[in-house]
Nanobody, 121 residues
Framework: QVQLVESGGGLVQAGGSLRLSCAASGRILMIESMTWFRQAPGNQQELVAGITNGGRADYAESVKGRFTISLDNAKNTVYLQMNSLKPEDTGVYYC???????????????WGQGTQVTVSS
């Protein structure tokens, strides 16, 4: 079974930076794409950024120019570099892999446990 484990969250002042990581494990043969979502208290889950294994990236308008997503295919790890953080970036950040091919077959819609990001003003 595929496992996604996020790390790198924490408390930072507005204008600061954080780098989130999400490592996938579980006899993985190929990851087609990975995505970061976030959820603030009282809000719906929001897509932040996504990347394909070919390196094509997309971002929510609210984070364009501030966040950078990258994928290390050799390490099965996706990163989210977050710069110029704002209080409205506060929330729990989750990584998601819509489709992962493993030695046992294909697994769909895998999620990590989430990592808290808090940006103080």
């Amino acid at each position: 079974q595929v496992q996604l484990v996020e790390s790198g969250g924490g408390l930072v002042q507005a204008g600061g930076s954080l780098r989130l990581s999400c490592a996938a494990s579980g006899r993985i043969l190929m990851i087609e794409s990975m995505t970061w979502f976030r959820q603030a208290p009282g809000n719906q889950q929001e897509l932040v950024a996504g990347i394909t294994n070919g390196g094509r990236a997309d971002y929510a308008e609210s984070v364009k120019g501030r966040f950078t997503i990258s994928l290390d295919n050799a390490k099965n790890t996706v990163y989210l570099q977050m710069n110029s953080l704002k209080p409205e970036d506060t929330g729990v950040y989750y990584c998601n892999a819509p489709r992962i091919t493993t030695a046992r077959g294909v697994e769909f819609d895998s999620w990590g446990q989430g990592t808290q990001v808090t940006v103080s003003s």
